[in-house]
């Protein structure tokens, strides 16, 4: 196992911190901690972001002050989420200046060859998770616009990406809609604003990291908050 860098946080391979269960069996993150708050605002700039920046932010994540560092697997974990909200350039990126500055090479192996039908299956799980009661409809809107879209969405977006145990599905929500709010993509936003509450992150959680996002992309802040008010009225 490669060695931590000096200062940085104790590895959490199940990305569970701050987890709690739920009765039906689900989890809640019901408070906003520091380490969330910094992966939070290191995803919109991953999204938004140029290099000097993207690079200061990974710098801050691996030797900044404490309530700034994030630990590395979670870190891997968003900038490999990067490539589907920001596109793959970005993720690549940002994972070059990552192993720059934090010193961890690249794993040996990835969990990612597992046979396609079985990414197919953990991606409808994941995806029904954070749609809800809307899953069926977005599944028959995304085959409307083309088969292979509904294909790649389970597969290689919730199976592929979503689906890895090295970030739990609370904290990807909350980095997803920190990206949708930074590129303005809205209808995208409001999706994962919802799904957020879906799979268990309290409402003054997903309101707090909006806040967090806003002093990056101002020209963003006003619809950003339209779209929280129309999926929760706030």
């Known amino acids: ?29 019901s408070a ?8 939070a605002r290191l995803a919109a700039l991953l999204a938004v972001g140029n290099d000097g920046e993207v690079s200061a932010a990974l710098r801050s994540v691996v030797s900044g ?4 560092r994030v630990r590395s697997g979670w870190v891997e974990e968003l900038l490999l989420q990067t490539s589907l909200f920001a596109g793959f350039p970005r993720a690549l990126n940002g994972m070059r200046a990552w ?13 990612g060859a597992r046979p ?7 991606g409808a799980r994941t995806c029904a998770e954070v749609y809800g009661a ?28 979503l689906s890895r145990p090295g ?4 904290r990807r929500e909350l980095c997803i809609v920190a990206a ?11 999706a994962h604003l919802r799904g957020a509450l879906n799979v268990g992150v309290h409402p003054d959680v997903v309101d707090a990291v909006l806040e967090v996002v806003a002093p990056l992309v101002p020209s963003e802040a006003t619809a950003v908050r339209e779209a929280w008010q129309k999926v929760h009225g706030r």
Request: charged fraction near 25%; proline fraction near 8%.
């Open 167 to 170: 970030l739990d599905l609370p």
């Open 180 to 190: 949708c709010a930074a590129t303005g993509q809205h209808r995208q936003l409001r």
């Open 99 to 111: 192993r720059e500055l934090s010193g961890y090479p690249a794993p040996a192996s990835d969990e």
């Open 32 to 39: 906003l901690d520091a380490e969330t708050t910094a992966l």
């Open 1 to 29: 196992m490669t060695a931590s860098p000096p200062g940085a946080r104790s590895q959490d391979p199940a990305g569970s911190a701050g987890i709690t269960s739920k009765t039906d069996g689900g989890a809640t993150l």
């Open 116 to 122: 396609r039908a079985e990414w197919a299956a953990a």
């Open 65 to 68: 002050p404490s309530e700034m």
């Open 134 to 161: 809307r899953y069926a409809r977005l599944r028959e809107h995304v085959r409307s616009l083309h088969p292979a879209l509904d294909a790649w969405m389970l597969e290689d977006g919730y199976g592929k990406v």
